[in-house]
């Protein structure tokens, strides 16, 4: 069940998936208000996630991964998602 939040939901469902050492998730959907996007009241985020979990994968990989973590919510919930996801270096 998603809690009212969803930047606390994305949160969650990231911080469980990739047990990241650094997560921050922003809505930014404020910055989209009367955006065609913005209508149908699903959010806009950005994400910039730093995992052990992504070593070794290409960007795209990452990219993937955190969209198949998240994706009743891009169905449903989010209308734009902004990544930033890396290794520790």
Known sequence: MMPPDRREYIDQRLRAAFSPTSLRVIDES???????????????????????????????????????ELEWMMQNE????SIKADAPN
């Open 30 to 68: 404020h910055k989209h208000v009367g955006h065609a996007g913005a209508r149908d009241g699903r959010g806009h985020f950005a994400v910039e996630i730093v995992a052990e979990a992504f070593r070794g994968m290409t960007p795209l990989a990452r990219h993937r991964a955190i969209y198949a």
């Open 78 to 81: 989010i209308h734009a998602l």
